[in-house]
Each structure stands twice: as structure tokens, then as C-alpha cells.
């Protein structure tokens, strides 16, 4: 079955980077996806990556993809207090029509 | 904003009420999901419907029941439910199922007392 693993907290001082880290076990799946989650709010895509890719940049995010090791991790550069929310990663079946979530990473950004 | 609409936002209800969940997409998307959201747990995948048809039901009790009139609208029925059937509830909306990307709304508190 598809099990998708994250670590529950990570406390940063604003201005530092980010990093949260990933597993899954799905090793067919096609996409794999950063979600975040502010209070009282849905889930909001930040970026995805392709499965053949190892890497993808966009702004202060950046997505690095081990496939070998089934490990995805997510960057955030220069970390802000508005980044303080619950970020969760997913994967997608094989057939593609569902996505399996972690169970979240809740990020404490302090000035 | 995300396009996907749902309300209400927060519903207190008894175990014996029947209530629902509305949710709204006007992008133009044909594939629609409900998500559950309790603390301490993964969000769960409920139902997806695509082209109005459901075509993916996770072993949801019958206490909660899909309905999808048109490609814009999902409703979830709830009827008789549990304390434990507090949460939050996702809808979200995708292109077609196979186009991986899904947006969603920001969902409905619920609380079962």
C-alpha cells in the first residue's frame, strides 16, 4: 500500500531556511506535491515536481527528489513568519486519480 | 481564493440531525473529491466524482452520502452521525481525475455533539 511519512514539527528563526523531508513508498507515482495549510484554511499547492526530475526551483522553494531512496524534501529560503503553516507532501497512485497525504509538518517560523 | 467554494464554513450538529455540505467550483474542472481532516491523522480521501459519476468510494460509512448534480457542485449528506465524525471537510476539484493537480476549498468545520 502507499504510505506517505513526515515529521510533525520544525521550529526556524525567520530569516533561515527550511527545510521538511518527505517519504513515501509508492515508487510508481508520477507527481509528488508540496500542499500548505494555513489556520482555518484549505489546502493550497505550492509546487510539484515530475518523478523523472531530481530538482525544481521556483523562488524560495526548492523540491529535491530521491527516487532511489523514495526521500522528497521541500526548501523554503529566507524563511518568513507568513510561512508559519502545516505543509504536507502527497503523491499520486498509479492509476492517477488519488492522491495519498503525509500526515503534515507544522512549521513555527519566530522573529 | 481557489475558485472552490464551501459552506458552511463551521456546522455544529446532534447525532440524530441531517445535514449538508455544499461545495462549488466554477473553474471548469470536471473531477471533484471529498477529503476528511481530523487531528493527529492523514487527510483521508472520502469520494471522487468525475463527469458527476462517482467513481471512488474509501469504505465511507452510509451515513455519509455524495451527491453530484453537475461537474460545479458536490454536496455530502450527513445523517445520523458519530462524535468521531468531527473534522474538517475538504472538497476539491481537479481538470479530469488524470490531471494531478486538485485545488481546494477551505473546507467545513464539523462538529458532532
Known amino acids: 500500500g502507499e504510505d506517505v511519512e513526515q515529521s510533525l514539527f520544525l521550529s526556524v528563526r525567520e530569516g533561515d531556511s527550511s527545510v521538511i523531508n518527505c517519504t513515501y513508498t509508492?515508487?510508481?507515482?508520477?507527481?509528488l506535491y508540496w500542499y500548505k495549510q494555513e489556520p482555518g484554511a484549505g489546502l493550497q499547492l505550492l509546487t510539484y515536481?515530475?518523478?523523472?526530475?531530481d530538482m525544481k526551483q521556483d523562488q524560495r522553494l526548492t523540491v529535491l527528489l530521491n527516487k532511489k531512496d523514495k526521500h522528497l524534501s521541500l526548501r523554503i529560503a529566507d524563511t518568513q513568519t507568513g510561512d508559519s503553516a502545516i505543509y504536507f507532501c502527497?503523491?499520486?497512485?498509479?492509476?492517477?486519480?488519488?492522491?495519498?497525504f503525509g500526515g503534515g509538518t507544522r512549521l513555527m517560523v519566530k522573529p | 481564493e481557489t475558485g472552490v467554494t464551501q459552506t458552511p464554513r463551521h456546522l455544529v450538529m446532534g447525532m440524530t440531525n441531517k445535514k449538508s455540505l455544499k461545495c462549488e467550483q466554477h473553474?471548469?474542472?470536471?473531477?471533484m473529491y471529498w477529503y476528511k481532516q481530523s487531528a493527529k491523522k492523514p487527510l483521508e480521501l472520502m469520494f471522487v466524482?468525475?463527469?458527476?459519476?462517482?467513481?471512488e468510494n474509501n469504505s465511507v460509512p452510509s451515513r455519509f452520502s455524495p451527491e453530484c448534480p453537475n461537474s460545479s457542485h458536490l454536496f455530502l449528506h450527513l445523517h445520523t452521525l458519530q462524535p468521531e465524525d468531527s473534522a474538517l471537510y475538504l472538497c476539491?476539484?481537479?481538470?479530469?481525475?488524470?490531471?494531478?493537480?486538485?485545488?481546494f476549498g477551505a473546507g467545513t468545520r464539523l462538529s458532532v455533539l
Open positions: 502527497a503523491e499520486n497512485n498509479n492509476a492517477g486519480n488519488m492522491l495519498t
Open positions: 473553474l471548469g474542472h470536471n473531477a
Open positions: 515536481i515530475f518523478s523523472n526530475m
Open positions: 509508492d515508487s510508481s507515482s508520477t507527481y
Open positions: 466524482y468525475n463527469f458527476k459519476e462517482q467513481t
Open positions: 476539491a476539484s481537479s481538470p479530469d481525475p488524470k490531471f494531478y493537480i486538485q485545488y
